[in-house]
């Protein structure tokens, strides 16, 4: 296994220079005094009276114990990593066994293509992204993102004057010849503009849109991320959330896959056609094992890495003690064969919700495949108020995640014509989404508001039409990962009462 | 209420009348007051309605969390007989209860509620700010919040001020930020007014090239490096400063509680037997004279409880926690669950605010023994002829200070050089310390004196003294010195 070892790293590709796509912030940033005496520490007989670390003497606690599912399968934190240790300060990189772990899962389930690329853990994509933003923006650049993106990943470069260039997508996710064309024109439609080199993408059940990218759709958009010398982040809280294709009356019930067939059939990652170590990947256990942990990891190029680490040292230093100490012991109980077990049960269970929402939809509307209609944009399945003509709104069922997205016909309504002639309202589109918002809360039932996934492209293109968004149209997000299944049918209940009422 | 648009960017919260005086747009930067609140975090303010069903975020079910349950054993504070206490916690599944369901699931960016009520009351107890509209809000450690309130106060080429000698994290943290720094004289107090006041009242914008700096970052007590803890007065001094010159607070007080008792030889000073007396034994908070709401204090539980948890919290004006809180939503968001639930079981239902104290307590105890332990052996082992200090009466660091132009090779080396030399003799004698350099707050000034930070936290009894021995030898080795 190990001469196997040596052959794959003599004749893997190491990462080109990325240098030039750091910005100002992360190139000043200098090592860290204190973190570097650390190579002494290890001399024979050496005491260290340099660093301020409290004895562990001092620290109350004096043992640790979880039981995690399954029942067998009783993980001790203080067994298998000292608590001494975890409660510390590190070096900031983090539980040595937790990060070999992710190393050694990354090897086998995303295969990088090149040979170099290094973990580093973080507290969570959300913090994940905030630092990659920290890492390659200037305030004023702009980012590539789908063209709709969630919400929080925006608020975090909002506030550094950064604005989004959208990119069409479609059932399999974000279109090449759309990003081609972005990108081709860029230096024509923005004089003297930095062209953006960065893309934001959650290519298993995007969010809000639901879809998952195919390994060949892949192999394009990385192509043209190499022509373009783009850099890809790629935020995937959900990769084992992945579907099959939604067939019309399909069993809300279905038989679980055994675990190999299971991951066989999982799209690759970014990672295994990434030759040059220009992607970034965002891994996180928020979904996997629960959002409290605030516990993920980075896999990236040694350069992008080692800035990371030190924007970390000084700034978050390394996740929880606790979270790493849980999560590394139960992932060493469980090894890698045992977390796939898990995560494939999981995705079994979200399989199942995804259905029942879908069953409640079609026994709340008429649903009929959008491809036997012609309805400009609808995808996926069309619904109508049941025993009308009138289509309301269309959906793709998701292959991936926890959301369905659904596109609304607002012109179908009569509130909504009365807005659009109204010359004292600017925005039509956003002022019926608003309150149609507030009917389905009043009335009950919390969904997304499509406008929160709009991307922000700066205070001049707020409005819907300036933003280049459809007329009449309108989206909201339905998500499926939490309420119980009767709640869900209650919520899906009101949801069309409110329709019914609107248009 | 119509859903938050996009269109909010701009509008942060009116301030309040009484105490807050400050109009927000003089100090937060435009980052900050372009930071809007999360859409989807607002819309969870319909959660209380009875009856209503949310599909609207993407929150996991805790049915799919592998954790069912922990149980941890801390020492206890209130029974004699009975050492150990046993805290454990399940996944029930909510229903009012905070438990692990609830701690393995998202939270918002002030962090769990209980758990801040807790550290409100106990800010509460021990600063009793004399403003109304003050409120805490959970961070993830010290080094997190400095960066975060850089970024909140700040913008690319301003200047804050600081102790000479300060945490280098804060200027490893402030420089690729674009921020200077300008370092502010210490004696064995800490900061001293005078030199504060002078460099405000003479600031040139021209010959600085930044308008005057209005965010001054102050370790107050058992200081990073130099372990110099302000008096009560010494704190009144420089508020009234910060006032005179209209200036922000960052107080960063991890070492707080590591104050000790005091230093003397025949130590007389009677030990606090209950919380009453400790918290008069100990120097008051720069926010418990916060008249204006012109103070941010950072605590932390790193020093207290382990820094592993990477929990603390700060108090400050509504107005300015708003604004730290919509920042923590888009980045870390809030502590780890985990470390949030076990500090709740620990401090509220384990120890309760008295039990709290107790431990705290005997963290002073702990640390005014392995303070006299070191100075004891410093007195013994270093040459009183070149080396000097002050015995710090809090926290974990001994700074100690060399007459490096005693050294016979001081006419031709820089103190730089003379510096590492000593640092490389210690190492090789066995011991690592410090080198004061380090802690510059002014980065490429060349500094008069040497220093050297050594801490008496983590090593044993024995390994102090072993180590102090090794670095007399060093340092007597160095300067040519007879043993």
Known sequence: ?????????????????????????????????????????????MVS?????????????QSANIQTFPHSAEARPDQLISLASALQYGSGSGDASLVKWAHDFTKKVFKPAYGDWEILLHNGNTDGWAKIVRLLCEPGDYILTERHTFSSSQSVWIPMGIRAVPIDQDGRGLIPEALDAALANWEAEHPGIRRPHLLNIVPVGSNPAGTTMDGARRKEIYDLCVKYDIIIAEDDPYFFLQFPVYKLGESSDPTPIPQEEFVKSLVPSFLEFD???????????????????????????????DLLLRGAQCETQAPSGWSQAIVASLLSKWAIGGYLEWVSNLRGQYLRRRNWMIDSLAANFTIKPAADISIPGAEGFVAYLKDTDKPIFSFVPPTGGMFIWTRFLYS?????????????????????????????ADSLVLLGAGIYFEPWQGKDKQTTKAAGGEEGIGYFRLAYSYSTKEEMELGIQRFAAVIKDVF | MAPPSATDYGSIPETSELGTKKAASNILSIESLIRHPSNMKQAGQYMDRPGLISLGTGLPSSEYFPINQMEIKVPSMHKAEDPELSLSFAKRGGHGEYDLSIALNYCGGSGQAELVRFVTKHTEIVSNPPYFDWQCALSIGT??????????????????????????????????????????????????????????????VQIRGARKPHLLYTIPSGQNPTGATQSAQRRRDVYKIAQKHDIYILEDEPYYFLQMQPYSKNDTASIPQ??????????????????????????????????????????????????????????????????????????????????????????????????????????????????????????????????????????????????????????????????????????????????????????????????????????????????
């Not at chain 2, 107790?358 to 100075?375: G, S």
């Not at chain 2, 050297?452 to 180590?467: C, D, H, Q, V």
Request: with cysteine; proline share 5%; aromatic share 10%.
């Open chain 2, 274 to 483: 209950n919380s009453e007396e400790f918290l008069q034994a100990l120097v008051p908070t720069l926010l418990s004279m916060d008249v204006d709401g012109r103070v941010m204090r950072a605590d932390s539980f790193s020093k207290v409880v382990g820094p592993g948890l990477r929990t603390g919290w700060i108090t400050a004006s509504e107005q300015i926690i708003e604004r730290f809180v919509r920042h923590n939503d888009f980045s870390t968001q809030n502590p780890s669950g985990i470390s949030q639930i076990i500090l709740y079981k620990i401090l509220e239902e384990g120890w309760g605010h008295e039990g709290y104290f107790k431990w705290l307590i005997n963290l002073r105890l702990q640390y005014t023994n392995r303070r006299n332990v070191i100075l004891a052996a410093c007195e013994k082992n270093l040459p009183a002829s070149v080396v000097s200090w002050t015995p710090p009466s809090a926290g974990m660091f001994l700074w100690l200070k060399v007459d490096w132009r005693r050294h016979p090779l001081a006419e031709i080396k820089s103190l730089l050089d003379l510096e590492h030399e000593i640092f490389l003799d210690a190492v090789q004698q066995g011991v690592l310390i410090s080198k004061g350099s380090w802690f510059l707050a002014e980065r490429g000034v060349a500094a008069e004196n040497m220093f050297f930070r050594l801490t008496y936290a983590s090593a044993s009894s024995g390994e102090i003294e072993k180590a102090i021995e090794y670095l007399g030898l060093a340092i007597r080795r160095c300067f040519s010195l007879i043993q």
């Open chain 1, 275 to 305: 030759t040059q170590g220009r992607v970034i990947r965002l891994d996180t256990f928020s979904k996997t094992l629960g959002p409290g942990l605030r516990l993920g990891y980075f896999v990236a190029n040694p350069q992008f890495k």
């Open chain 2, 143 to 204: 080094t997190s919040v400095t960066e975060q309130a850089f970024r909140m106060f700040c913008e690319r080429g301003d200047y804050i001020l600081c102790e000479e000698y300060t945490f280098s994290s804060a200027v490893d943290t402030a420089d690729p930020l674009g921020i200077k720094v300008a370092g502010i004289a210490m004696d064995q107090e800490g900061l001293l007014p005078q030199s504060l006041d002078e460099i405000l009242s003479n600031w040139d």
């Open chain 1, 1 to 45: 296994m190990a001469a196997l070892d040596t052959i794959a790293l003599a004749t893997a590709t190491k990462a080109i220079d990325m240098s030039h796509h750091v910005n100002t912030h992360s190139k000043s940033r200098p090592p860290n005094f204190l973190k570097g005496i650390i190579q002494y520490m290890s001399y024979g007989g």
């Open chain 1, 412 to 440: 179908q309504s009569p509130r909504f014509l009365e807005l659009q002639k109204d010359e004292k309202v600017e925005d039509p589109e956003k002022v019926f989404g608003d309150e149609l918002w507030t009917t389905f």
């Open chain 1, 49 to 61: 009276l340099a660093g301020g670390l409290p004895h562990p003497s001092l620290f109350p606690f």
